[in-house]
């Protein structure tokens, strides 16, 4: 699967506006853990559709809140997976 920067960040920004801000966008370094926006019960299920979409296995140690911390933070983490 070819994965680009921009495609990664247009998935997740367009799971963030779906799933969790009710289609208000997001900045990409905006903390989304820190400030509130994504919880720990949708940090799993962004998870789940990381997995999914990406094709990607998430293990317990990659469960941290740098990987989870931003878009760009998502974005990183899953580029480093994919390929």
């Given at each position: ?45 962004l998870v789940l559709f990381l997995e999914g ?10 469960f941290v809140e740098e990987n989870f911390s ?14």
């Open positions: 699967m070819q994965v680009t920067t921009e495609g990664t960040a247009s998935a997740i920004h367009g799971w963030l506006q779906e799933h969790v801000t009710g289609g208000r966008p997001l900045a990409d370094d905006l903390p989304l853990l820190e400030s509130g926006v994504l919880t720990s019960l949708q940090t799993v299920e979409h990406f094709g990607i296995s998430v293990s317990d140690d990659d931003s878009v760009d933070a998502i974005v990183a983490f899953v580029t480093s997976r994919v390929g």
